[in-house]
T-cell receptor, first 114, second 117 residues
């Protein structure tokens, strides 16, 4: 069975602080994909990144960076120099090679204060 | 290129009525997924469809819920005889191709917020 755990439920930071959102996953499949989605207050889900299980290179996109470590089954997301517009709920999700449904964590509510 | 379109954005129904939620996938996408988001919870998979076929409905309640994705037109999630516990946000996603090594990204619509009075 697949499982995604986002142990942090709510995080509050002041603008310009760095913040890391944790994600731990469980799967017995050797082929799988990890995702992060953002849900701003307006409610839609915005795709941020996809990473496959064979690629452990970290990725950076502007102020966003992702750290994938198979040894600890983690796929953490760091926002550098946070901004108020980063305030949202962030979901980590897992998709295994055996099926096509995403398994989501419960999400982390990030509040960035001015 | 329009994204995944869901309508209505908000839907209010009284107990016992029917709810129909529509989803038009992104252009070129032939795979549709429905997820439900209950308050204070993450998204839970309900059903995965390709054109005219249900591929996986393991997350869908056995009674009152049905889904279709006809050859022409949007995908429909239908809830009959709604109850208060059906109140939730229902999200649709689409992708180009799914499964195996060629898995693609699921792009989500803005969701339909169903309120059952």
């Amino acid at each position: 069975a697949q499982k995604v755990t986002q142990a942090q439920t709510e995080i509050s930071v002041v603008e310009k602080e760095d913040v890391t959102l944790d994600c731990v996953y469980e799967t017995r499949d050797t082929t799988y994909y990890l995702f992060w989605y953002k849900q701003p207050p307006s409610g839609e889900l915005v795709f941020l990144i996809r990473r496959n299980s064979f690629d452990e290179q970290n990725e950076i996109s502007g102020r966003y960076s992702w750290n994938f470590q198979k040894s600890t089954s983690s796929f953490n997301f760091t926002i550098t120099a946070s901004q108020v517009v980063d305030s949202a709920v962030y979901f980590c999700a897992l998709l295994t090679g055996a099926n096509s449904k995403l398994t989501f964590g419960k999400g982390i509510t990030l509040s960035v204060r001015p | 290129n329009a994204g995944v379109m869901q309508n209505p954005r908000h839907l209010v129904r009284r107990r016992g009525q029917e709810a129909r939620l529509r989803c038009s996938p992104m252009k070129g996408h032939s795979h549709v997924y429905w997820y439900r988001q209950l308050p204070e919870e993450g998204l839970k998979f309900m059903v995965y469809l390709q054109k005219e076929n249900i591929i996986d409905e393991s997350g869908m309640p056995k009674e009152r819920f049905s889904a279709e994705f006809p050859k022409e037109g949007p995908s429909i999630l239908r809830i009959q005889q709604v109850v208060r516990g059906d109140s939730a946000a229902y999200f649709c996603a689409s992708s180009q191709k799914a499964g195996g090594l060629a898995v693609n990204i699921q792009y989500f619509g803005a969701g339909t917020r169903l309120s059952v009075l």
